[in-house]
């Protein structure tokens, strides 16, 4: 069973201007993060892969590419968490027939799921697939919160082997690392990738990572090693950056940057709004001035 420690790209998909899958482009970006970035995995349908807005068939699809193009380079997790718990099942089921090394779902949002019901759409996700489960906690944006007893009764389930914490709240992450030293925890947000370290992660997954990944790695390293200002040096140019990706729109200027180094990264998907003149040549200052 492969090590799922280490960094990983929250894949970006590439959409035509017609918002339908750009094979070629996604397969690009695929090979980018592999060969170029060297990243240790892909985290594939993902808030980054823009993957709350497709159909069943495209986010298969989406998933097939990604294994067809990586095959066994890296490690693969499949983001197959949907308010739909039949097409998460599905999902689960497809994903670990082509060979995913871990599956992964965001907690289920829009409705006010109580705790027993949260943990229901887990255990059913997994009951009939041979493989290992991710929980993506992601409050900010599903308005879902997990407490460390709440995390306690997911993760005797031994197939929940770790959890996605994108998530600001340094106390939790401490208390999280220090209640489930046998679990994987995986920091979401790159901009705190340093101090989540500190505390003691296993990885991180992230979006900018599929530009910025030379300098996550940094930040990763140093800060394993006790570099601590170093990668403080490094993290201060990444947060300078990421608050310029932020301001000019974040999945479309992460593809931009990416066009800019010739891969067909594409547009994103509606209703995210089309690239506008203004977007398109902020990011070509913010690649000049980063890269
Ligand atoms: O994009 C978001 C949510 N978060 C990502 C990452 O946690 C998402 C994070 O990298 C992810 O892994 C996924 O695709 O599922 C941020 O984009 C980054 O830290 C900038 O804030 O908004």
């Known amino acids: 069973m492969r090590d799922l420690k280490g960094l990983y790209s929250a894949l970006l998909c590439s959409f035509h201007e017609d918002g339908t899958i750009n094979e070629k482009g996604l397969r690009q970006i695929i090979r980018h993060n592999i060969d170029h970035n060297k990243m240790d995995g892909l985290y594939v ?162 979006s900018t990572y599929n530009v910025n990944a030379a300098r996550a790695r940094q930040i990763y390293e140093l800060t394993r090693a006790n570099k601590i200002s170093e990668a403080l040096e490094v993290q201060h140019i990444t947060n300078d950056l990421i608050t310029d990706i932020l301001d000019n729109g974040l999945y479309g200027t992460i593809k931009l940057l990416l066009a800019e180094q010739g891969i067909e990264a594409g547009c994103c998907r509606e209703p995210m709004k089309p690239y506008t003149p203004e977007m ?3 990011a070509k200052e913010i690649y000049k001035k980063y890269f």
């Open 45 to 206: 349908g993902g808030s980054t892969g823009e993957n709350f807005m497709l159909s069943t068939e495209e986010k298969k699809r989406i998933f097939e590419i990604a294994k067809d193009e990586a095959k066994d380079d890296v490690t693969l997790i499949a983001q197959v968490g949907s308010i739909n718990l039949k097409e998460s099942i599905e999902l689960a089921k497809f994903a670990t027939d082509l060979g995913y090394d871990a599956l992964s779902a965001v907690t289920p949002f829009y409705y006010k799921f109580s705790f027993d019901e949260v943990r229901h759409y887990y255990e059913s996700i997994i009951s009939d697939v041979d493989n290992r489960m991710i929980i993506y906690f992601i409050p900010f944006l599903t308005g879902v919160n997990i407490s460390i007893p709440q995390f306690e009764k997911l993760f005797a389930n031994k197939k929940i082997v770790g959890v996605k914490f994108t998530q600001g709240d340094f106390y939790l992450l401490e208390r999280m690392r220090k209640a489930f030293p046998d679990k994987l925890i995986f920091a979401g947000f790159d901009e705190m990738l340093l101090p989540a370290t500190v505390l003691g992660i296993d990885g991180a997954i992230g």
């Open 280 to 282: 398109r040549a902020r």
